[in-house]
């Protein structure tokens, strides 16, 4: 038993993956399944809360924490230009040179910047600097993130091109 769990662990570390060791397919196949999965879910939360806009409450709650969840990645994704671990994804990874995408992709608003720092905050851990009650500052503009991310989301798959389109 001992020897299997010294396999698995063995296996485990020779399939770690990061941009330097992926191919061309698997690159193509991550952005078919996990890139689109997380634009499919900001897409579909930031429709859902148009439907409940007004009505405040858990549900509500709920569709504003996943649609900035998404949002968090894909903005990462798009203007984190280090990486954490080296099996984070990021856009330049796609590019020969990494200034190819940082020089082409749509500038980061204030309102991105605001959602790496209040999701931090406000909704990953629980702090005593989330905002209380309901001011104006506690809303989010997610129809305005919504369309900036999708430009960024249309300008990363013009440059990659059909090598990586799925």
Not at 115 to 126: C, F, K, P, Q, W
Request: with cysteine; glycine share 6%; hydrophobic share 35%.
């Amino acid at each position: 038993m001992k020897h299997l769990l010294l396999e698995c662990s063995r296996r485990k570390l020779a399939v770690k993956k990061d941009a330097t060791t992926l191919t061309d397919g698997q690159k193509k196949e991550f952005l078919g399944e996990h890139f689109r999965y997380e634009v499919d879910m900001l897409c579909y939360s930031a429709y859902k809360l148009k439907q409940l806009e007004g009505k405040g409450g858990v549900e509500m709650n709920m569709v504003v924490e996943t649609f900035l969840f998404h949002a968090r990645n894909l903005i990462e994704f798009f203007y984190n230009d280090s990486k954490k671990y080296p099996s984070d994804a990021r856009a330049y990874d796609f590019f020969e040179h990494k200034e190819v995408w940082e020089q082409t992709r749509p500038p980061k608003s204030n309102e991105m910047d605001k959602v790496i720092t209040r999701s931090g905050r406000e909704m990953a851990h629980l702090t005593y600097l989330r905002i209380s009650g309901t001011p104006p500052e506690k809303s989010w503009d997610c129809g305005q993130l919504t369309n900036e991310i999708l430009e960024a989301v249309s300008t990363f798959l013009g440059l990659v091109g059909v090598a990586f389109v799925v």
